[in-house]
């Protein structure tokens, strides 16, 4: 996940920041969902970010020049008040399903630090199909992306983009 340091930051005003985060594909529009933790830095730049913005990366399990990935740029929408959460026990049966150990973190009343759930909404999607000329390289349409499924072929301009099974 990457995110930007506020403008009145004291050291590093507009500067990217840039770890891994969890994320979970538990919606059917292409949406992630987040655990979201103030104390954390990312949480701290989209909150005080005026678009609540992120950019999150997908890629294969073993990353390298050659395999698929996409850089999802989008807003972080927050919801503060657990039960208000939407399908709020879908989508923490969908997480823990991705992270098992993310048990320990889940919003609740036992819970020692502030968390809530958040979906992140891509609004735009840049794709690397691999390395050389062979693969696209590019944007996706957003409606694309939220209509594709899983084991979906997708193409553009003549080239296919990724078969997953």
């Known amino acids: ?3 930007v340091y506020p403008s009145d930051h004291a050291t590093l005003p507009g500067e ?3 770890l891994q985060e969890y994320y979970a594909s538990c919606h059917t529009n292409g949406s992630l969902t987040l655990l ?3 104390i954390s830095r990312h949480s701290q730049n989209v909150l005080l970010s005026p678009s609540h913005s992120a950019s999150i990366s997908v890629w294969s399990d073993r990353p390298s020049a050659s395999r698929p990935r996409v850089s999802l740029i989008g807003n972080v929408t927050l919801f503060p008040v657990v039960d208000d959460t939407p399908d709020r026990e879908g989508i923490q049966e969908c997480y823990l399903a991705q ?3 993310a048990r320990w973190w889940l ?4 819970e020692p630090h502030t968390v809530y759930w ?3 909404d891509p609004h735009s999607i840049y794709y690397v199909g691999g390395f050389g000329s062979e693969h696209y390289i590019g944007y996706i349409p957003l409606d694309m992306y939220q209509a594709a499924l899983p ?3 997708v193409a ?3 080239r296919l983009l990724v078969t997953q099974n």
């Open 1 to 3: 996940m990457a995110t």
């Open 16 to 18: 990217p920041f840039s």
């Open 36 to 38: 979201f933790l103030p």
């Open 99 to 101: 992270h098992p150990d």
């Open 107 to 110: 919003p609740g009343p036992r």
């Open 118 to 120: 958040a979906r992140f």
């Open 151 to 153: 084991d979906d072929q």
């Open 156 to 158: 553009i301009g003549g």
